[in-house]
């Protein structure tokens, strides 16, 4: 019988304070030193209201402004010069990237870079332990929400599995790693991941209803599978660990503590862990209603 | 154009803000009742503008599927419900607009356009949409209903439900999808009205197309004039009736600065100058 976990992932809301920074530093009104300083405090504060959540990927991402621009700004062959698009069915957009290669990467992810347009890097902050770098999954959220001109898709994921060794390979520390996946496995062939699976402890986020069969003949599987409560069972006969979907990341409601509860009894009738966290990343609520909903998982 | 109705409708909590892109939010909010109005929402506006010297006016609402669309929804059943719900509250705005508009003795048709960025985000969903907006309309005929649209993945499906619905026109934001690079003037973002053309040429009673989208309001390049008569001339050809055909920016221009936003308005009205004194 496994214990009952938590995972937060993905882009945080930010708080006003630093979301007006960051306009000022738009403006040209203040430098990048501010803009990191008020990160640094921003990071400090959000440590503290996580302290219990056993795994966060690299908080909070504050400086992403969507998820797939800080990786298509740090790789060579990849630029933003796609339209301002539409993300997935929601109200938020993203300047699509377009990839005419993969190359290699243009700058440390953990350094500070500054490039383009874009509020100050490092793309990650790494802490001494309990974190894991955030991740949009190469075939499904990356590719297929990127522009392509001249690359084959399974080139461009290829590409992308690359430079995601590269990105955990470098000062990261850490084995742990969050691939997001944004749109749902059809028969797509997750073979590409492999390595990504064998190398790393990588709990993959799913969407749509769960299907055993991408997972079938790979030779590795992930850590943790992250999916609706319904597919838990499924979920649980590919991998060891499991994540359930269990608050809502687009609606200000917040779930009552008896919902949280029955999850203990889930657990108990699973061999591995079970990992309570959100169907989405937490950055499409306000913050407060954000900061609530992590409250909630903290006390299970 | 969500918070200012937003705020003037009860039932209606606000949390705080959501991001919409990059750095720039909105605040959104969370029905947790049943909604009315509270306040007209632009009675004080249309008033100020029928005193004014404008002479033609045209009034912007956001429509009913875009309010619930950004609306966290914690009370209704579903999001049909929750659209008609806001629908009730649009048609009763308009027409209370429209009393006005009468009253003032204007003797043109009194214009309406319903905002409805968030049209297409749900495939799945266009038939709340189609009757949504057919609420809002409701006992307004003598109303010149348009319809804006953006950023929409396909406007396909939206093309497809024209016949359904009870709008004059479109005004949708093209520009953006079209390359401003040098060698790019196959103007390949404006493709897709050659299906907007094939279906109004099912119905009988024909709808006109603003091509948003000279202008893109999301980069402060100014798009040239020679360029935006090129796209405006590529839908007139497509299209293949200049009444048919109207001008605007993508969307609402205030993500840019005053500066960027005056040029490029400028630079459309420039455009269709130009055009107008060729073809009239």
Known sequence: MGQVRSLLYGIFPRSEQLRLTYGRWERGSVGTDEVKERIREEKEKFYGMCRNIDLVTDPPLFNWHDILRPLALATDGITLGGPLTRYLETNTFYREPLVSKVGKLRFDPYSDAEVEENPPMPIYMPRDSGWATFLPSPPLTFVKLSRLHGISEGDAVKGLVDIYRQVQGGKSGTKNMVLFEALPYGKDDLTVLDPLFRDYKVTLVVQGRFSEKPFQGLHNRPDTLVVDLSDIEAASRVCRNVGVKALDAHNTRLEGKDAMRNLEDTASTLSGDLYVTTNDYLDFLPRGIAEKKVAIMEAI | ?280
């Not at chain 2, 008609?84 to 027409?95: G, L, P, R, V």
């Not at chain 2, 214009?111 to 969903?125: L, N, W």
Request: aromatic share 10%; glycine share 6%.
């Open chain 2, 1 to 280: 154009m969500y918070e200012h109705p937003a705020s003037r409708i009860d039932g209606i909590e606000f949390y705080g803000l959501v991001r919409s892109f990059d750095n720039r939010y909105y605040r959104k909010g969370s029905v947790v009742r049943d909604i009315r109005r509270k306040e007209p929402f632009h009675i004080d506006e249309l008033r100020f503008l029928l005193d004014s010297a404008v002479e033609r006016i045209k009034m912007p609402i956001t429509g009913p599927y875009t309010m619930m669309d950004w609306s966290f929804n914690e009370h209704y059943s579903d999001r049909h419900s929750l659209a008609m719900a806001y629908a009730e509250i649009i048609n009763q705005e308009i027409k209370e607009m429209y009393e006005l508009w009468k009253r003032s003795g204007r003797k043109e048709r009194f214009e309406v356009q319903i905002d409805e960025p968030a049209t297409t985000t749900h495939p799945s969903e266009m038939d709340i949409v189609v009757d949504s907006i057919n609420r809002c309309t409701e006992g307004l005929s003598g109303v010149e209903f348009s319809l804006h649209v953006c950023y929409s993945k396909d406007y396909r499906i939206l093309y497809d439900r024209i016949p359904e619905m009870n709008i004059d026109g479109y005004n949708l934001e093209y520009a953006n999808r079209d390359p401003l690079a040098p060698g790019s003037e196959r103007l390949g973002g404006y493709s897709d009205l050659k299906y907007f053309a094939q279906v109004n040429e099912t119905v009988s009673k024909k709808r006109f197309v603003g091509i948003g989208g000279v202008t893109d309001v999301h980069i402060d390049t100014v798009e040239p004039v020679d360029l935006i008569r090129k796209r405006i001339e590529y839908a007139i050809s497509v299209v293949d009736d200049p009444r048919l055909v109207k001008v605007n920016p993508d969307c609402g221009l205030r993500t840019r600065s005053r500066e960027v936003g005056f040029q490029k308005l400028k630079n459309m009205v420039d455009a269709v100058r130009a055009l107008r004194e060729e073809i009239l």
